[in-house]
């Protein structure tokens, strides 16, 4: 089992930079893959960003944030990161952190708000 908590939501305006955070505890050397997904009102979640937790590190953004966001690790293997800059309106919903494990099981975390709004 792992356990996923985020961090770093808020209100921000357009143009803003906001840095959210996810801990993951548990059995999290069965980690293969990490990323945020998030959810805006009356819409469905999307992916935004993943993370490879094994060597390498590869990386996956959506369209809609290439450039902007940038998804990183911590140095132990229980931390992974969203760089959120040059914010947008239609950045607003939450945001919810994801672990994938080598049996392929799904964690999510409870999700952390970003409002973006002048």
């Known amino acids: 089992q792992v356990q996923l908590v985020e961090s770093g939501g808020g209100l921000v305006q357009p143009g803003g930079s906001l840095r959210l955070s996810c801990a993951a505890s548990?059995?999290?050397?069965?980690?293969?893959?990490m990323g945020w997904h998030r959810q805006a009102p009356g819409k469905q979640r999307e992916l935004v960003a993943s993370?490879?937790?094994?060597?390498?590190?590869?990386?996956n953004y959506a369209d809609s944030v290439k450039g902007r966001f940038t998804i990183s690790r911590g140095n132990a293997k229980n931390t992974v990161y969203l760089q959120l800059n040059n914010l947008k309106p239609e950045d607003t919903a939450v945001y919810y952190c994801?672990?994938?494990?080598?049996?392929?099981?799904?964690?999510w975390g409870q999700g952390t708000q970003v409002t973006v709004s002048s």
């Open positions: 994801n672990a994938l494990d080598t049996a392929v099981r799904s964690y």
């Open positions: 548990g059995s999290i050397f069965n980690i293969n893959v």
């Open positions: 993370i490879i937790m094994i060597s390498g590190g590869r990386t």
